[in-house]
């Protein structure tokens, strides 16, 4: 597999990830451990070395996850996770997962400690603020990682879901290698403000939700529906009010991809990687069958002609509903 290279200090990553959160939750049904561990394994064999996680994913059960499959390959991947949540809160959402911000710096030094057992590795390649918390001034945050980073137990550092002025600080205190962000072509605010603002600081984009949270793949259609228990339940744009006229999209990509002999999910993949060079997705699957899918999507070659065809078909449909629950939407962009 083709390689990216995020930030300035050179953080060398698959052009495609893999997003580990979805084999432990938001997602159900989940894998058992052997078949969650078959797919990663075969990510590693198919040249995937970018995974990502976060301790709040399960919570804690996806970074232990991730440890023991990649334990083998330790010197041959790049292992992502996330701080800022407090997990002993009792503050939660809809679905049961903590709301309960902290990036106190002793506290950021307790979670990684805990990564690092739970993750069965002595450093963190990337580590990201997985949300931004209001009550600690970024410049505070950038300097504890600093510090973990002159330790040698995190390499890399990053900001999820951040507004553009943190990204700014945070980087003026310690450089920032990646932002995470939810970008694909189902949400593309990001192309506003942030994707300039990475480049002309070389900082690279990690995409989360590529894919669309699926709708993209060409999974469901206007008459989904979603069980309670499912993240996707409770996303607006998601609800039968509004998934009927968002399927258009889905069906441009579809029809996009018929006529490419092709799948959906790799020309939406395939977009993205024609974006930026610095810009890698990470996907997430349950089966190794997508998997395969996902990762083909770096041999389908967009011209700037398809480009452009794309982006004008695009630029007319006009998406409803949030991407976010008010809750979850007041966790970001901080």
Known sequence: MQKRILGKNGLEVSAIGFGCMGLSTSYPPFP???????????AVDMGVTFFDTA????????????GEALQPYRDKVVLATKFGYDLDG?????????????????????????????????????????????????????????????????????????????VRRAHAVCPVTAVQNEYSMWYREPEKTLLPTLEELGIGLVAFSPLGKGVLTGRFNKNSTFDKK?????????????????????????????????????????????????????????????????????????????????????AKIVIVGDRYSPAQAALTGK
Request: aromatic residues 4%; contains cysteine; proline residues 6%.
């Open 55 to 66: 301790e709040v994913y399960g919570p804690l059960t996806n970074e232990e996850l991730v």
């Open 90 to 166: 009792d503050k939660r959402d809809a679905l049961g997962k903590t709301l309960c911000l902290c990036s106190r710096p002793a506290h950021i030094r307790k979670a990684l400690e805990g990564s690092l057992r739970r993750l069965r590795t002595d450093h963190i390649d990337l580590y990201y603020q997985h949300r931004v918390d209001p009550d600690v001034p970024i410049e505070d945050v950038a300097g504890a990682v600093a510090e973990l980073i002159k330790e040698g137990k995190v390499l890399h550092w990053g900001l999820s879901e951040a507004a553009v002025s943190t």
């Open 32 to 42: 058992t451990m052997e078949e969650a561990v078959s797919v990663i394994h075969k």
């Open 230 to 314: 499912d993240f996707r339940s409770s996303i607006p744009r998601f609800q039968a009010e509004n998934l009927p006229g968002n399927m258009v999209m889905a069906e441009l990509v579809q029809d996009f991809a018929r006529r490419r002999q092709t799948s959906p999910a790799r020309i939406a993949l395939a977009w993205l990687l024609a974006r930026k060079p610095w810009i890698v997705p990470i996907p997430g699957t349950k089966k190794i069958s997508r998997l395969e899918e996902n990762l083909g999507a770096e041999d389908i070659l967009l011209s700037p002609k398809d480009m452009e065809e794309l982006d004008n078909a695009l």
